[in-house]
Structure formats: structure tokens, C-alpha cells
Nanobody
Framework: QVQLVESGGGWVQPGGSLRLSCTSSASGDTLDGYAIAWFRQAPGKGREGVSSISSRDGSTYYLDSVKGRFTISRDNAKNTVHLQMDNLKPEDTAIYYC????????????????????????WGQGTQVTVSS
């Protein structure tokens, strides 16, 4: 089991950038071995998987609407996963959640399929991202 905490949310104008970070909140916890995903939930909408990254082989997934604008990365030495969000749009406004899957998802394919709430068992509390002028 791992406890997660997100940071880096806030308000930004359209076209701006934010970098979200996900790390473990409990002393001694590590994200090593876990695949990490970012989900988001906008007001009145369901939760959707935005991006994910495998534990070690660097395979990633991106939601079509964020491809070319968002970049997920991880630094296992620093026990952190980042989501760099550039050229933000008002439709990106949502609560963003970090989630961990204990399977790692290191299949060597270079890509991952869309993450699901069922496979990503451990969740942070979320961080608000607001994009408006």
C-alpha cells in the first residue's frame, strides 16, 4: 500500500502551464514498482484517465485531447512523478488525481492503454487546476 499526495495545482490563464507532482506522503513509502496515472474530474463529469507511466520501462499513455500538450515523467530516485501541462485550455479545468497501480505495467511495448479506476488502487486527495481568463 502507498499513500499519495499531489501538488502544483492552481489557477492559470489559457495558454499557460502548470506542473503537477505526485509523491508518497508516508515516510518509507516508495513509488518504485508502481505504475502511476493522472486522472481528472471536471464539475458534473465523470473521472477520466489523462496520462499514465509504467514503473520502469517508460511506457506511457495520453488522452487524445492532451497529446502534444501534457508530458508525464518520473524520477524514481526522487520518488516523484510529474505531469507537465502546457498550452492549457479551459476544458482542462478539473480536479487532478494521482493514482498508483501495484502491477508496474512494464510490458516493454512503449505505450499503455487507458488507465482504469479499478487497476489503479491507491489514490491521492487531488489538486484543483483552473484554467480561465
Amino acid at each position: 500500500q502507498v499513500q499519495l499526495v499531489e501538488s502544483g495545482g492552481g489557477w492559470v490563464q489559457p495558454g499557460g502551464s502548470l506542473r503537477l507532482s505526485c509523491t508518497s506522503s508516508a515516510s518509507g513509502d516508495t513509488l518504485d514498482g508502481y505504475a502511476i496515472a493522472w486522472f481528472r474530474q471536471a464539475p458534473g463529469k465523470g473521472r477520466e484517465g489523462v496520462s499514465s507511466i509504467s514503473s520502469r520501462d517508460g511506457s506511457t499513455y495520453y488522452l487524445d485531447s492532451v497529446k502534444g500538450r501534457f508530458t508525464i515523467s518520473r524520477d524514481n530516485a526522487k520518488n516523484t512523478v510529474h505531469l507537465q501541462m502546457d498550452n492549457l485550455k479551459p476544458e482542462d479545468t478539473a480536479i487532478y488525481y494521482c493514482a498508483a497501480c501495484p502491477l508496474g505495467l512494464d510490458y516493454g511495448l512503449g505505450y499503455l492503454i487507458a488507465p482504469t479506476s479499478e487497476e489503479f488502487e491507491y489514490w491521492g486527495q487531488g489538486t484543483q487546476v483552473t484554467v480561465s481568463s
